[in-house]
């Protein structure tokens, strides 16, 4: 079993926080107070902190601008194609749509991005072989 990961970030509106990550995420809500919601996302704690929004900036990979910073999760190919489908359904705008990289090759992956109603990017990715994740 991996160990969880705790991570904490900014948000602008907690009631937006609370229509994405529990409603189109789909995460439970954990603890909370005026000023920050804990989640659990598939076994991880992410806070979301009542905070002014960041700058944001970019990299291109594969021909789009990636955003930087970024987070998300590694699913199985079946969980990803679902969660798109619930973004999708949700009426998520998608920075980056759901595509194939790497096919055929080490790596290859599924890779999507969105972003909360507070501008934090998420990137969710799905390999038919997770011991592909570090290959070369």
């Known amino acids: 079993m991996r160990p969880a990961f705790h991570l904490a970030i900014p948000v602008d509106d907690l009631d937006a926080a609370r229509a994405f990550y529990g409603g189109a995420l789909g995460c ?12 659990d996302l598939r076994g991880h704690q992410l806070v979301t902190h009542l905070a002014p929004r960041q700058g944001e900036a970019s990299n291109p990979v594969d021909g789009h601008g990636v955003p930087v910073p970024h987070f998300g999760l590694v699913l199985d190919v079946p969980a990803f194609h679902e969660l798109a489908d619930r973004l999708r359904t ?5 920075v980056i749509e759901p595509y194939l990289r790497f096919a055929g090759q080490p790596g290859e992956q599924w890779t999507m991005f969105v972003r909360d109603p507070s501008g934090n990017a998420l990137e969710f990715k ?4 997770e011991s592909q994740l570090f290959a070369r």
């Open 126 to 129: 799905a390999f038919a072989d």
């Open 28 to 39: 439970p809500q954990g603890r909370e107070s005026d000023t920050w919601v804990d989640w």
């Open 90 to 94: 949700g009426g998520a705008e998608f």
